[in-house]
């Protein structure tokens, strides 16, 4: 079970909008943050660091929820609800400048801290929702 | 068991900062929607129509989660996890008109559709996460 997001939202991941992401606690209530989104080949790809709280949500139950609201008119806004299908090292640290390129046009991002490791979460989405 | 929002971070509800509202859907995982929310005496106010998603999936399962990033500075922001203490559609016609002169500058609130009740979800913070 997949869903696309319609061509016309995915200008919404070339805008600098943030992506509200939500993960499930282990007592499976839920848990929202800001994230940097990316979106890759179908799929919205989310940084991370090892050791976080949704870090550690996503490695016990991998369905999450990206909402992402469009900074140039708060009334249009895509919801993505699906799973993280792969979570990987791999290119997390090359992604992260990416994205620092992307939301602060920096080469290199800056925020990093001394011995964290980077993490690349790769969401499938199974539900789309749309509006505006 | 209950949270504080720091005085700090009050303006957030001030402005015309939108924030993200999870829910869960029947089987456990996180649906998440823009909303425009209310601080009222230490709770957070969402409101909605009776029947959709959000309202649904609250009278299920009160656990939400409520995240809002500062218009001004979107690396600042208030998340908020708890539980719906209050579900009611008393004054949530009122309330819903005094969101649209937040947001909206508008004295009576404009996308009402026919038919539709209004109702009140008021959430009692249980955890205060907060950022820059």
């Not at 925020?111 to 989405?125: S, W």
Request: proline fraction near 8%.
């Amino acid at each position: 079970m997949s869903a696309s997001i319609p061509e016309n939202y995915l200008d919404l991941f070339k805008k600098k909008a943030f992506g509200s992401l939500s993960t499930l606690m282990p007592d499976g209530s839920p848990q929202t943050n800001p994230v940097w989104v990316d979106y890759q080949n179908g799929e919205v790809w989310v940084n991370s660091a090892l050791g976080r709280l949704k870090d550690k949500n996503i490695k016990r139950d991998p369905r999450v929820s990206v909402a992402v609201i469009d900074p140039d008119n708060p009334y249009r806004f895509v919801e993505v609800r699906g799973k993280v299908r792969e979570i990987t090292q791999e290119g997390a640290p090359q992604h992260i400048d990416k994205m620092a390129k992307k939301y602060l046009d920096k080469d290199k991002y800056p925020f990093a801290q001394a011995g964290e490791q980077r993490v690349l979460y790769k969401i499938t989405p199974e539900h789309v929702h749309t509006m505006g």
